[in-house]
């Protein structure tokens, strides 16, 4: 599904060019469950942000399914993203002005999906990841697994093909990180989605199919 | 407090941004209240007389019975009035004359008040040096050549020390000065006063050759009624109550009655006009709704910077809740933190004050210089005193204080009730939980919507008086000034008699139609668009008569003139003829012509030419001679103000020539610069002929339409109004600038959020331009309510243009709703950029 040959990422610095990944080649096959490892400042966000079509600043290539990513314009990526791609930040990231379902509702507003349906399919999301007592809540007023688990359905609510996870239990205790864990496993082995998440903890690689270490931007094993 | 002092300059250091742009901005708006009061107290509130004003007026007479037929008096009538009496302490007499001021290429007009000894007495004033004058030398024929000067005119001859006893040359007679008046002094108004005092002893001196309408009356003659009279009333008396004693008073002008078959005379008392010399009760009501409404949009622009103030104070207040909750935390009290916020806001409000008053007393030195430039070609002093003194200073001191509370105190109470753990957890973004409603009018939004109403009032009523400029270019003068030069002359100041006059004055004539270039030359008395007036009464001969049996009369500019006028000046002669050349050497010569309207005027049912008419004013042997109308030619304006042009009789040059002419050239090349350099050699040419040729001044008539009073006013009216209306938008435009650019840097997080998610720049563009444009939209269409009220309050100080003119309230619109769209535009585009990875990363 995602294949990245020769990738890297360079920042310049006053100090020099600071490679924040260098010569990246990784292959992740469609339904595979990857956990990103590595300590601090290896570059673990940075590849998962490129994945997730958030950085275009690099060099090498990123074939998506069929597609060249390496070779697309900037609309045609921010397409490319809409169409298969839901991510999952640390911090939730929710939008403190809006209600819990209407933080659901903004993707599908940015892919134009009539008003109607997004109704619709936000009911669906609610009621799936049970959290419909929540809808006029904001998130302000939950707890931080009850942001996340919003997040992560604010990150499946577009039907994504993969589903990218910026440390997802990061801020969590274990007991909700476990939770969205479970949540993620079930994703993967029944709905098909692709997962590809960052994360520190082992345990929570377990939950994967294959780990992807990085150290000092490169990778040390696959 | 001095903590609180220490700390508020402090913080306000560390953001230099926010204090300069809250300094500048204040004091852009205390600086236009400051100055516009300045301009108001000393023309509408500063009391001109020094000492017990109230006592002061001015006495009129008319006949008894007729509404309006007022006069003057005669010396003698003054003199009967002074007599003890139950009315007036004190009564003292002016007449308002001009002299030469000079000598040969040096000579200049200035008005010049001739008084009596009790003149200055009754406005309390004080000599700045030397004395006033004496009863002897106030004395009719006394002719005891003394003068006092005003500031000014002792400014233009050097400011010397040694002034007083100093020899000075008016109309060719040597005077002594005896006294300067202080620079406020003007002796009659508010604003402007003559340069000039002379005693009435010398009145015969220095009047004798330039009263054209006496002929030569003397000042002791009974029916020479010259003098306007000011009094001040008994102690307790007023205007009102003195009144009732009016009649006993006015019997006694019957015993020194010139005319016995005139009939008995009444008496009025009314309070000294602040703006006018009046020789008739005139009422000045409209000028304090100037004064009212340049005072109140002032205030709107005072308004519209403390919105602007308020809006940032409450970003801040924001952007500082977890200080405050910290302070709150560590036991500050509420009050505590509101003294802290506002002492931070007085500050700000003192610095942009100071600055203020600074940008104002300049303003105002540069509208003073353009008033006294206006005022030094109709040959008056400005005594409007503008400069900053304690009562600017403590009406600055009050905006300062009223702009604090208005932009200071609201955000402090909000910001000063933190809560604690809410602010402690805050991750320094917007306030949580805020739907797009309230969102939409959150107090930030509406503080700058309601800028943007305001500004559009101000932006309006500029457009209203820029539009009215405009109007006052296109208004037709009804002649031609293309090519157009005018010298004025004035031989009076040589001390010749009559027929020598005439004579120079055609020689400068003759001279002037040699000029290389000269298409056509010509003498008048009056100069359209000039500074004076000279205005006659006008009968028609077997025409209408009024109730008392005597004929109706109407009013006319009068003009003596020679050579070919009406062709020089570019005004059409539509019946009829000229004069010819013995008509106009002749000073008996019975024929007139009469512009189209003041022919309509006094034959309405038939045409005018060929018809007789009578001057009201006798010629000096008491005869009423009867004049034939020998030409009709087009109206043609005095100045752009009136809404018609006026009544003109002309007259030949002999008869109503008294010394001041204006000689008028025609150049055959009209474009401006060929003209301007036309003038010298004119002028060359005219003193080679005459070396001692009284000439006052040598312009362009285009020029001289151009410095016309009235385009100074309309200018005046759109600059002021230009002002208001300009700082207002820059204010609102920046208004609305500094509260979406505050959203964007904000909300850079949920902009990032909102990209990770799928997000495109459109989609963030349209988030935070769309709701500009509503708000935009919103606050205009509440703005364009206000802008008509104002515009139906402005209506009367208009010129020529609808209070409700679509054309600006469109325009206006426009130029606000593109400025706060450009305004909102900037920082959404900006948005567009934010990078979601560094915008989530800086969490």
Redesign the interface.
């Known amino acids: 599904m995602l294949t990245l040959r020769h990738l890297s990422r360079v920042y310049p610095l006053k100090s020099g060019p600071y490679f924040a990944l260098r010569n990246i080649n990784l292959e992740i096959k469609e339904g595979e469950f990857v956990s990103i490892m590595g300590p601090s400042g290896s570059g673990k ?1 940075t590849l998962l ?1 490129i994945l ?1 079509l ?2 275009s600043e690099w060099e090498g290539e990123y074939q998506f399914a069929d597609t060249d990513v390496h070779r697309l314009g900037k ?1 045609a990526r ?1 397409d490319l ?2 169409k298969n791609i ?2 999952i ?1 640390q ?1 939730y ?5 809006l209600t819990v379902a209407e933080n659901l509702e ?2 599908l ?3 134009n999906v009539p008003r109607k349906e997004r109704q619709a399919i936000v009911c669906d999301t609610l009621d799936r990841f049970h959290i419909v007592g929540k809808r006029d809540l ?4 939950l707890s931080g697994g009850q942001q996340q688990l919003v997040g992560v359905a ?2 499946l609510v ?1 039907h994504p093909t993969l589903l990218l996870a910026d440390e997802p239990t990061g801020n969590l205790h274990s007991d909700q990180g476990h939770e969205i864990m479970e949540l993620f496993r079930k994703l993967n082995r029944e709905d098909g989605v692709t997962i590809v998440q960052v994360t520190h903890s082992i345990e929570n690689a377990d939950y994967g199919s294959r780990i992807v270490r990085l150290a000092d931007g490169m990778l040390v094993n696959n | 407090m001095l903590q609180d002092l220490r700390f508020a300059l402090r913080l306000l250091a560390r953001a230099p941004g926010f204090t300069a742009l809250a300094v500048c901005s204040l004091a852009a708006a205390i600086g236009v209240n400051s100055g516009i009061f300045a301009i108001v107290d000393a023309a509408f509130l500063r009391p001109f007389i020094a000492h017990r004003p109230e006592e002061v007026v001015n006495l009129f007479t008319a006949r008894q019975g007729a509404a309006r037929d007022f006069r003057q008096f005669s010396y003698a009538e003054f003199g009967a009035l002074q007599q003890a009496n139950d009315v007036f302490a004190d009564l003292g007499a002016v007449e308002y004359t001009s002299v030469g001021v000079g000598l040969g290429e040096t000579v200049r007009r200035s008005i010049t008040f001739l008084v009596d000894d009790g003149y200055f007495r009754i406005h309390g004033a004080m000599p700045a040096q030397g004395r006033f004058f004496t009863a002897e030398e106030s004395r009719a024929g006394a002719a005891i050549p003394v003068a006092v000067l005003s500031d000014a005119l002792w400014r233009r001859l050097g400011r010397r020390s040694d002034i007083i006893g100093s020899p000075l040359r008016l109309n060719g007679h040597l005077f002594t000065v005896v006294g300067v008046m202080p620079r406020t002094f003007s002796g009659g108004n508010a604003v402007v006063g003559p340069e000039l005092w002379l005693p009435l002893g010398v009145r015969n001196l220095v009047t004798a050759f330039t009263d054209s309408r006496a002929s030569g009356q003397r000042l002791e003659d009974p029916r020479s009624f010259e003098l306007n009279l000011v009094g001040r009333l008994h102690p307790g008396l007023t205007p009102e109550t003195a009144a009732a004693h009016l009649p006993a008073l006015a019997a006694r002008l019957d015993s020194v009655r010139a005319d016995p078959a005139a009939g008995p005379r009444s008496l009025l008392v009314q309070p000294l006009p602040r703006f006018s010399l009046n020789t008739e009760p005139s009422p000045e009501s409209g000028v304090g709704r100037f004064a009212v409404l340049l005072l109140a949009l002032a205030g709107v622009v005072l308004l519209i910077a403390c919105l602007n103030l308020a809006n940032l104070m409450l970003a801040r207040g924001t952007a500082r809740a977890r200080e405050f909750a910290v302070r709150s935390a560590v036991g500050a009290t509420r009050w505590i933190l509101i003294r802290q916020l506002l002492t931070e806001g007085l500050v700000l409000a003192l610095a942009g004050g100071a600055l203020g008053l600074l940008v104002s007393a300049w303003a105002n030195a540069l509208l003073i210089d353009s008033v006294a430039q206006l005022l030094s070609t109709l040959h008056f002093a400005i005594v409007l005193p503008l400069e900053p003194d304690l009562r600017i200073v403590g009406a600055t001191f009050g905006f300062c204080t009223l702009a604090t509370l208005l932009f200071a105190l609201v955000p402090a109470w909000r910001v000063s009730k933190p809560d604690v753990t809410v602010a402690l957890k805050a991750q320094g ?2 306030a ?5 409603f309230s ?1 939409f009018f959150a107090p930030r939004q509406l503080l700058v919507m309601a800028q943007l109403a305001l500004a559009l009032t101000l932006v309006f009523s500029a457009g209203l008086f820029l539009r009215g400029a405009l109007a006052a270019r296109t208004v037709s003068p009804g002649f031609d000034p293309r090519g157009g030069l005018v010298a004025e002359l004035d031989y009076s100041l040589l001390a010749l008699d009559r027929p020598a006059m005439r004579q120079r004055s055609r020689a400068a004539l003759d001279q002037a139609g040699r000029q290389p270039g000269a298409q056509r030359v010509a003498l008048a008395t009056l100069l359209p668009f000039g500074a004076l007036n000279d205005t006659r009464a006008l009968s028609a001969v077997g025409g209408a008569v009024g109730q008392d049996g005597k004929p109706q009369f109407a009013n006319g500019l009068f003009t003596a003139i020679a050579g070919d006028y009406f062709a020089t000046l570019g005004v059409p002669l539509l019946r009829g003829r000229g004069f010819t050349a013995a008509e106009e050497d002749d000073p008996a010569a019975r024929v007139v012509i009469l512009d189209e309207t003041m022919a309509r005027r006094l034959f309405p049912d038939r045409d005018a030419l060929g018809e007789h008419v009578q001057l009201s004013t006798p010629e000096s042997d008491g005869s009423r001679p009867e004049l034939e109308v020998v030409g009709i030619v087009a109206a043609h304006r005095h100045d752009i103000l009136a809404a018609e042009p006026p009544r003109r009789l002309f007259v030949p040059f002999a008869r109503g020539f008294a010394g001041g002419a204006f000689l008028h050239v025609r150049m055959q090349r009209s474009d401006a610069g060929a003209l301007e350099s036309s003038v010298p050699a004119l002028r060359v040419a005219l003193r080679s002929a005459d070396p001692n040729l009284p000439l006052l001044a040598l312009r362009t008539l285009p020029d001289i339409v151009e410095s016309n009073v009235g385009f100074w006013v309309v200018r005046l009216g759109a600059i002021f109004f230009g002002v208001f209306g300009g700082i207002a938008l820059v204010l609102a435009v920046a208004g609305v600038y500094g509260v979406k650019s505050y959203a964007v840097a904000r909300r850079e ?2 902009i ?9 720049p459109a ?1 963030v563009l349209r988030l935070f331009l769309g709701q500009g444009i509503r708000q935009t939209a919103l606050s205009l269409g509440v703005g364009l309510l206000l802008a008509v009220a104002v515009g139906h309050a402005l209506s009367a100080l208009l010129y020529r243009v609808s209070p409700f003119d679509p054309f600006v309230l469109g325009g206006a619109t426009a130029l606000l709703a593109t400025a706060a769209v450009l305004a909102a535009w900037i920082p959404a585009r900006r948005a567009t950029r934010v990078d ?2 560094v915008a ?2 800086a ?1």
């Open positions: 966000s942000h997730g958030h950085d609309s921010a993203q809409k839901g991510f930040f911090a990231h929710l939008i403190d002005d903004v993707p507003s940015y892919r904001f998130p302000s007023q604010r990150a577009a | 973004d917007e949580h939980g805020r739907r797009t969102g997080r949920e990032g959020i909102r990209m990770a998610i799928g997000a495109r989609d979601p990875i989530l990363r969490e």
